[in-house]
Nanobody
Framework: QVQLVESGGGLVQPGGSLRLSCAAS????????MGWYRQTPGKQRELVSV???????NYADSVKDRFTISRDNAKNTVYLQMNSLKPEDTAVYYC???????????????WGQGTQVTVSS
């Protein structure tokens, strides 16, 4: 069974930085993409950033030039470095992995439990 475990959320002042981490574990055959989404109450979950197995990345316009996604393939871990944080970045951040488990199960999406990021003075 695949698990995604996130860490690194918390409270930070505007202009500050945080680094989120997400480690995937379990019977993983191959990870095709990993990424971060965020959600605030009453709104749909939105894509923040994604990195595919070849290393290409994509960012939401609202976080470009402030956030950086990276990945350690050997550790099945994805990171999100968040700089120049703004109050509007406040949300629950969810890790996502598009992967195939060992055996005959199809390629599927898996989600972490979410980590709260609060940007406030």
């Amino acid at each position: 069974q695949v698990q995604l475990v996130e860490s690194g959320g918390g409270l930070v002042q505007p202009g500050g930085s945080l680094r989120l981490s997400c480690a995937a574990s379990g019977s993983i055959f191959r990870i095709y993409a990993m990424g971060w989404y965020r959600q605030t109450p009453g709104k749909q979950r939105e894509l923040v950033s994604v990195i595919i197995s070849g290393g290409d990345t994509n960012y939401a316009d609202s976080v470009k030039d402030r956030f950086t996604i990276s990945r350690d393939n050997a550790k099945n871990t994805v990171y999100l470095q968040m700089n120049s944080l703004k109050p509007e970045d406040t949300a629950v951040y969810y890790c996502n992995a598009n992967l195939k488990e060992g055996g005959t199960r199809p390629i599927s999406d898996y989600w972490g439990q979410g980590t709260q990021v609060t940007v406030s003075s």
